[in-house]
């Protein structure tokens, strides 16, 4: 029989394959243009399942250098948010904000799903 798997390391590692998948697709950092101490920003914070790994170009998921993600977001996110609007527009921004909002149960078994497709999306673009 096989072991059912453990929530918790899934969330870390669908965490790190989408991290890797952002830098990877975006190489530099989206608001400043760094290409050091990349990391994966959020719009919207990773508490929400809805969007904590939304992956799509105007999704949840932006690649950010250290600076950009700890410092400025910390303290003021609407720079953050403007580079969004600017890029996608007033409207996605919208979308994304109420889909942040919706509550999400997201199955172990969506999880494992999930987990792949991030796995199978970074084999396509190398």
Known sequence: MKKKPNRKLLVRKL??????????????CVQCGSDLQLG???????????????????????????????FHSQRDNWK?????????????????YQRHNQVAKITTYELEIKLEE?????????
């Open 118 to 126: 991030i796995k199978n999306g970074k084999r396509k673009n190398d």
């Open 80 to 96: 953050y948010y403007s580079w969004y609007i600017d890029k996608f527009g007033q409207e996605k921004f919208d979308i994304l």
């Open 15 to 28: 965490d790190k394959a989408v991290s890797e998948f952002v830098r990877e697709r975006d190489k530099v």
């Open 40 to 70: 994966n920003g959020h719009i919207f914070t990773r508490t929400n399942y809805s969007t904590r790994w939304d992956i799509s170009i105007d999704g949840n998921c932006h690649c950010q250098c250290w600076k950009c993600n700890f």
